[in-house]
């Protein structure tokens, strides 16, 4: 049902928390349909920034737009240097704080392939609605008459994570409209190359320790629990990748003349990850799971996550799911090793009659907290060996390693940063579950640990802050993939969310 515009300002004596009364979900929805129109024009003015963070004219552009938004608000914003670009770090202080509350956001987006787009630009924010088939644009005469909660809004960084940057922009708008006026020092630490895997998080975290020092960690990035509720996410992932290249004849070979004799690096490549899974898709790597071990308490919080399993694997279009774990959330307590790229030779109207001269696999290995990850990577490598691989030391095999060694691979790994998870009965799990009480009068989903990475471990370790993360997007938002989008609803709920955080005291420290 279309959501018209609601006003209540005359409400705000009655209702406004300086009159002493608490705020109720129905104020806040309420106020959300106050600030909707404002904030759908402040997300289409920034959606049309590019901010591709391997482009320095878009991280510029990024810049200014978030100095500006943020200084306007009663924010004092400063560069804080790394190795590439920049964090940003918007301050706000109130008298006599409670506590010191860090909020992480990345600015930064997926480069786009616009040819994937089903509109002109990702960077040209176009609001659409589904009609049974497909999502078509929205008429200008419906959008005067106001915004329906399952309108969506299509554009490149719309839920990961602009959307969420002024959803909480318009949750202070709203908190300063109604004069109310948080318990804590906020901190807004703004990462400008998460999608690129942020390199220079760690020691610049190090670096700028003490402006960073805060007591508690909250990350706005990531999507809701798969049923769209309220949700906390009590860890996320860490992150390696592996690249691997398996080398054959010096160049591609006609495989007329020399199939059947050639060995085929594709072959060999295929061979080689089918030996690192069984059928059941778990890893058989020995060791590779070492540490983790879930207790009944752990079994009991993981199963009142309202996972749906049937509809689940009808959504994803599979009939049966790996078992490395008894369900989804189960499954995500173990570190995972998952191809996401192969090439070799040509394809489709390419495809030619050869033998390939290389085949190359691109694996991201998922951890968790119990996982090292350079010690996952070794055991990896150490199986390649035991396959009777020969591991090169560069890019390209000498002729002496082509003359001596049966199978030849380049292995090349990187370690991006470690997984972390916070106790879901901790102080700040309590007063992040009060607040999302507060705002939707229902207790949140709760994730002990998310499928995604995000590089928050180095603010963890180093400032010793326990973080939980409050995904308010979509699930089904298209994140890192054409035809990006935020509902319409979400981006009203996280205004609501990111308020009733804002609003929530913190016991003091």
């Known amino acids: 049902m279309r959501q018209l515009r609601w006003f209540t300002l005359g409400l705000l004596a009655v209702f406004s928390p300086a009159a002493g009364q608490k705020i109720t979900p129905a104020q806040l929805a309420a106020w959300s349909h106050d600030v909707l129109p404002a904030a759908i024009a402040e997300l289409d003015e920034t959606l049309r920034i590019p901010n591709n963070a391997l482009v320095p004219e878009d991280v510029a552009n990024t810049i200014a737009w978030t100095r500006t938004a943020f200084t306007k608000r009663g924010f004092r914003v400063e560069q804080l240097p790394t190795g590439g670009p920049p964090l940003l770090l918007a301050t706000r202080e109130v008298k006599k704080p409670a506590a010191t509350v860090l909020f992480y956001l990345h600015l930064d987006g997926q480069p786009v392939d616009s040819s994937k787009w089903?509109?002109?630009?990702?960077?040209?924010?176009?609001?659409?609605?589904?009609?049974?088939?497909?999502?078509?644009?929205?008429?200008?005469?419906?959008?005067?008459?106001?915004?329906?909660?399952?309108?969506?809004?299509?554009?490149?960084?719309?839920?990961?994570?602009?959307?969420?940057?002024?959803?909480?922009?318009?949750?202070?708008?709203?908190?300063?409209?109604?004069?109310?006026?948080?318990?804590?020092?906020?901190?807004?630490?703004?990462?400008?190359?998460?999608?690129?895997?942020?390199?220079?998080?760690?020691?610049?975290?190090?670096?700028?320790?003490?402006?960073?020092?805060?007591?508690?960690?909250?990350?706005?990035?990531?999507?809701?629990?798969?049923?769209?509720?309220?949700?906390?996410?009590?860890?996320?992932?860490?992150?390696?990748?592996?690249?691997?290249?398996?080398?054959?004849?010096?160049?591609?070979?006609?495989?007329?003349?020399?199939?059947?004799?050639?060995?085929?690096?594709?072959?060999?490549?295929?061979?080689?990850?089918?030996?690192?899974?069984?059928?059941?898709?778990?890893?058989?790597?020995?060791?590779?799971?070492?540490?983790?071990?879930?207790?009944?308490?752990?079994?009991?919080?993981?199963?009142?996550?309202?996972?749906?399993?049937?509809?689940?694997?009808?959504?994803?279009?599979?009939?049966?799911?790996?078992?490395?774990?008894?369900?989804?959330?189960?499954?995500?307590?173990?570190?995972?090793?998952?191809?996401?790229?192969?090439?070799?030779?040509?394809?489709?109207?390419?495809?030619?009659?050869?033998?390939?001269a290389t085949a190359t696999a691109e694996i991201d290995i998922r951890l968790v907290p119990e996982s090292d990850g350079l010690r996952l990577l070794e055991l990896v490598k150490k199986h390649i060996e035991n396959q009777g691989y020969h591991i090169i030391a560069g890019d390209t095999p000498s002729e002496e390693e082509r003359a001596t060694y049966d199978k030849l691979i380049a292995v090349h790994s990187e370690f991006g940063y470690p997984a972390f998870r916070t106790p879901v009965d901790s102080p700040i799990g309590h007063w992040l579950s009060a607040a999302l009480q507060t705002a939707f009068d229902q207790e949140p989903v709760k994730i002990r640990i998310m499928g995604g990475s995000v590089p928050i471990s180095p603010l963890v370790k180093t400032l010793g802050a326990p973080a939980v993360g409050v995904p308010v997007v979509n699930p089904d938002n298209n994140q890192h993939s054409p035809n990006e989008n935020l509902r319409i609803g979400n981006l009203r709920e996280g205004i609501m969310t990111f308020a009733a955080i804002l609003a929530t005291p913190v016991k003091k420290k």
């Open 118 to 356: 089903q509109q002109a630009s990702p960077y040209i924010p176009v609001i659409k609605k589904y009609n049974g088939s497909e999502w078509l644009p929205v008429s200008p005469d419906e959008l005067a008459q106001g915004y329906d909660d399952d309108w969506r809004i299509f554009a490149r960084s719309s839920s990961d994570d602009t959307g969420p940057v002024v959803m909480f922009l318009q949750a202070i708008d709203l908190i300063d409209a109604h004069k109310i006026k948080p318990n804590y020092n906020i901190k807004m630490i703004m990462d400008l190359e998460e999608e690129a895997g942020s390199r220079y998080l760690a020691p610049a975290v190090q670096q700028h320790a003490a402006k960073l020092r805060a007591d508690y960690l909250v990350i706005f990035d990531g999507p809701r629990h798969i049923t769209n509720r309220p949700t906390l996410s009590f860890g996320a992932r860490g992150i390696a990748t592996i690249t691997l290249t398996v080398f054959g004849p010096r160049v591609p070979l006609h495989s007329g003349h020399y199939g059947n004799y050639a060995p085929n690096p594709a072959a060999r490549l295929a061979a080689l990850l089918a030996s690192m899974k069984d059928d059941q898709g778990r890893v058989t790597i020995p060791g590779y799971y070492d540490g983790i071990t879930l207790t009944t308490a752990d079994k009991a919080l993981l199963a009142r996550v309202p996972d749906d399993e049937a509809l689940i694997k009808k959504q994803l279009g599979i009939a049966t799911a790996d078992q490395v774990g008894h369900s989804l959330q189960e499954a995500l307590q173990y570190p995972s090793l998952n191809i996401r790229g192969l090439s070799a030779g040509w394809v489709g109207a390419q495809a030619r009659t050869i033998v390939p």
